[in-house]
């Protein structure tokens, strides 16, 4: 199957495909770890944002305390 030369190339797409994002996710560590020396927060642009506080989440917290 090698013969074709179409799996060794997918081959070699996928480990340049996974050194970038390594590269990629080394370089986004560095930042975030200069970040936490400097004592400046994160920014982080993708992710999941955190969910809006509800006002029945905040009287639920009165409610048991």
Do not use: F
């Amino acid at each position: 199957m090698k013969e074709s030369g179409k799996p060794v190339q997918k081959d070699a797409d996928r480990t340049a495909r996974l050194a970038e994002e390594l590269r990629a996710n080394l370089q986004r560590r560095k930042v975030q770890a200069r970040s936490r020396r400097a004592g400046e927060a994160d920014r982080r642009p993708e992710g999941i944002a955190a969910a809006p506080k509800s006002d029945a989440a905040l009287h639920k917290k009165d409610e048991i305390g």
